[in-house]
């Protein structure tokens, strides 16, 4: 297990034009900004980067930008899959070049095979995995074709070349601590749902990889290392208000995103790309602000810096 990848990470919100690529003035403050913060790590290109709907210039662009503005401050995971796995590996080999901490990889969730998912899925992790000498680090796959089920899925996941841990997208805690007794500490794992940030450190998660870090980053790392050292009334009570604020707005979730951002930041991650968001409707900056203030006070991170 790698001890220094560790941490509240958010999976960066790629700031994007009004046409839909990288908005490189954007992105160079944003990333310098959570770095700033002291974000434990970066993850690139997920689901909330909208890695997929980018094409594979803007992809690789995105990640030159990000380590250059990075400089080595934090380590930086890059997301490669693709709709392909020759454009993964792709991906994958100019991650190494631009010398990030790992790579991480969906499965090919998009076609079915004679053998089943899991058995599809284990060749494209193993293509992308072999391709460079990167740590990677797959996403956790919820459904396996494995007669022995989510622990015969990661005893072939830990026989793959490079393979350093898991980003696992479940809300099942007892899938999390499956996969934990399975890999015996030879895996880094990722928690990637923000409901679960503490959650999961009880099942063997090394970090936490999330959306909703971006705009609430230096909150959530400080209420998960006091949960670590043992303050469970403070991770209870900010948990309880963030899972209620997160089912709140998950509806329209990309405009409350860019909304709040600028509001707090005043940085525009532009808009998503269609058909994400596609339903999204704007937000008063009044409840915006309320929200912001919210989270912030239920943190407690405010009687931290008034004490110090």
Known sequence: MNTTLKGVWPALVTPLDADGNPNIDQ?????DLLITQGMDGLYLLGSTGLGFLLNEASRKKVTEIVTDVNS?????IVQVGSMTTAESVRLAQHAAKCSVEGISSVAP????????????????????????????????????????GLVGFVNKLLELPNMAGMKL??????????????AKGRLTLFSGADELMCHAALCGTSGAIGSFYNLFGMECQYVREEFLKGNVSLATSFMLIFQEFIADVLPNVWTFLRQAIQLR???????????????????KDTDIERYLEKIETASEINRKKLSV
Request: charged fraction near 15%.
């Open 169 to 182: 997208t479940t809300t099942n805690l007892l899938e999390i601590s499956t996969i934990a007794y399975s």
């Open 109 to 148: 969730v998009y076609y079915g095979s004679s053998d089943g998912t899991s058995g599809m899925a284990l060749k494209h992790y193993e293509e992308i995995a072999k391709s460079t000498d990167l740590p990677f680090f797959p996403y956790q796959l919820g459904s396996t074709g494995f007669s022995d």
């Open 72 to 76: 080595g401050r934090v380590p930086i």
């Open 27 to 31: 992105l160079e403050k944003w990333v």
């Open 265 to 283: 930041y005043a940085i525009d991650i532009g808009p998503s790309i269609a058909p994400v968001g596609n339903t999204n409707s704007p937000w």
